[in-house]
């Protein structure tokens, strides 16, 4: 298996514009998570889907951001309109459904800066 | 109070060395714990979980839980260059499914 496929790797953009970071989890791993990293903050979790669903979006920061998973093997955040504080990197992960003992497969993320 | 603390760093040792990585948490329920190993530009990676207290070993990483402490730790051998990383705890509980709570990460820099 690949591992968790994100896209793009970097990604600029002048603020106000709608940037989309996408997202293929490993197969058969039933949840999907959306992360922000920075260095202040460490790793936030924004939401995370179960089966396509999403359970918990209580981390999503503002109604700019959204997330949708529109079959199991692809997920998108999109961010509409960004600002520079959104400037951070937006990892996605992905998990099987065990829980317990089972670690998240994390992608390498999206630099993603807004200028 | 944040649920998991871990001191940032960075933490700079020479190669050879004994590294001793630690975070405290405040939840009682958390049963199990994991450290992950995050190198620069890289997505997070597992690199060792425990169930409840005790330790693990795995090489020349050891991981030790003390529950009624509520601290952990994750010892690393003979450091190495290529440890220089950042490093991650993370715990969940343990009814039904939960997320994992992530520290903020300590950085790690061995020197040759």
């Known amino acids: 298996d690949a591992g968790v496929i994100q896209s793009p790797r970097h990604e600029v953009t002048e603020m106000g514009q709608e940037v989309t970071l996408r997202c293929k989890p490993i197969?058969?791993?039933?949840?999907l998570f959306w992360y922000r990293q920075t260095m202040m903050r460490g790793l936030e979790l924004l939401i995370y889907?179960?089966?396509?669903?999403?359970?918990?979006d209580s981390g999503m920061p503002e109604d700019r951001f959204s997330a949708k998973m529109p079959n199991a093997s692809f997920s998108t955040l999109k961010i509409q309109p960004s600002e520079p504080r959104d400037s951070a990197v937006y990892f996605c992960a992905s998990s099987p459904p065990t829980g317990g003992a089972s670690g998240y497969t994390f992608g390498s993320g999206t630099r993603l800066t807004v200028v | 109070q944040k649920e998991v603390e871990q001191d940032p760093g960075p933490l700079s040792v020479p190669e050879g060395a004994i590294v001793s990585l630690n975070c405290t948490y405040s939840n009682s329920a958390f049963q199990y714990f994991m450290w992950y190993r995050q190198y620069s530009r890289k997505g997070p990676e597992l690199l060792m979980y425990?169930?409840?207290?005790g330790n693990k070993e795995d090489g020349r990483f050891t991981a030790q839980v003390d529950k009624s402490s509520k601290y952990i730790s994750l010892f690393i051998r003979d450091s190495q260059p290529s440890d220089s990383a950042t490093y991650l705890c993370?715990?969940?509980?343990?009814?039904?499914?939960?997320?994992?709570?992530f520290g903020k990460g300590t950085m790690l820099l061995v020197s040759p």
């Open positions: 993370a715990m969940r509980k343990n009814s039904g499914y939960s997320t994992l709570t």
């Open positions: 197969s058969g791993h039933d949840y």
């Open positions: 425990t169930y409840s207290s």
């Open positions: 889907f179960n089966n396509n669903v999403p359970i918990d």
